[in-house]
């Protein structure tokens, strides 16, 4: 193991190829990302800005809700 890694720093683990979505993907595109690139959350960007993170646990969150319904 690299030694640099020992130290914990956030940089070092960190992906660097970052696929994003945009705020207006449907559901069903998020989910196509999330399964095609084995993640478990994207970053949502508008404009080259990021302005929220979306995570499967989300939308396992409201698909519980939806069916306890």
Do not use: H, Q, T, Y
Request: charged share 25%.
């Amino acid at each position: 193991m690299d030694p640099r890694a020992a130290s914990g720093s956030v940089e070092w683990f960190m992906s660097r190829n970052i696929r994003s979505i945009g705020p207006d993907a449907n559901l069903g595109e998020a989910c196509a990302e999330f399964l095609d690139l084995k993640v478990g959350a994207l970053p949502v960007v508008e404009d080259g800005k990021l302005v929220g993170i979306l995570s499967v646990l989300d939308i396992v969150g409201v698909a519980a809700k939806l069916l306890a319904r």
